[in-house]
């Protein structure tokens, strides 16, 4: 079993849907959770950070934690065309420590 | 104009020839990371550095050799020893957020294929 879980998709939505995406964890021990975009043939890119548990917003994506659970999802509202791509997950136990990624989930958002 | 290069962006390779993936970055930043992405399995470290001339395994090294000597630079050798190794390669640096948070800025990567 993969230490982080990720539906690969695609996950196929009209645009101005609501995206959600969602990765399972099984350490315990992460505490730092990161969401990255990653464009075709292109590297990653750090969308949104948390800390332990709790949400942050940041314009369209909201990003949510649920340790007890060891579930995190990000939900990006008014989706646009240009959202179209793969989402990866990290996280790591402690600040400064490797990222475990999870296998992303591609996105497609129709016009 | 401050990032990190990779290149080439495609190289193609004989099976039993050893080849060497750049990196170079100018942010100014400690630690380096190489990953490997294959299909459905997301990033997969390599290596990673800390410091100039220290590096450390990641989770699948074998087949697969680095060197620190340059803060700006962490050149990956793919060897002959490596099964399987078509694939689109990612190098990494990381600087502390607020909060103490690692984020890791990426090159554009380097697609290798075995013919």
């Known amino acids: 079993q993969k230490e982080v879980e990720q539906d690969p998709g695609p996950l196929s939505v009209p645009e101005g849907a609501i995206v959600s995406l969602n990765c399972t964890y099984s350490n315990s021990a992460f505490q730092y959770f990161m969401w990255y975009r990653q464009y075709s043939r292109k590297g990653p890119e750090l969308l949104m950070y948390?800390?332990?548990?709790g949400n942050k917003e940041d314009g369209r994506f909201t990003a949510q934690v649920d340790k007890s659970s060891k579930y995190i999802s990000l939900f990006i509202r008014d989706s646009q065309p240009s959202d179209s791509a793969t989402y990866l997950c990290?996280?790591?136990?402690?600040?400064?420590?490797?990222?475990?990624f999870g296998g992303g989930t591609r996105v497609l958002v129709k016009p | 104009d401050g990032g990190i290069t990779q290149s080439p962006k495609y190289l193609f390779r004989k099976e039993g020839q050893n080849v060497t993936l750049s990196c170079e970055q100018n942010l100014n930043h400690d630690a380096m990371y190489w990953y490997r992405q294959d299909p459905g399995q997301g990033l997969r470290l390599i290596y990673y550095s800390q410091i100039v001339n220290d590096f450390q395994k990641g989770d699948i090294a074998e087949g697969y050799s680095v060197s620190r000597e340059k803060k700006e630079s962490f050149p990956l050798t793919v060897t002959s020893a490596q099964k399987n190794p078509t694939a689109f390669y990612l190098c990494?640096?990381?600087?502390?957020?607020?909060?103490?948070?690692?984020?890791?800025?990426f090159g554009p990567g380097t697609r290798l294929t075995v013919l």
């Open positions: 948390t800390y332990s548990s």
């Open positions: 990290a996280m790591s136990a402690a600040a400064g420590n490797k990222l475990t």
């Open positions: 990494a640096s990381s600087s502390r957020l607020a909060g103490g948070v690692n984020e890791q800025f």
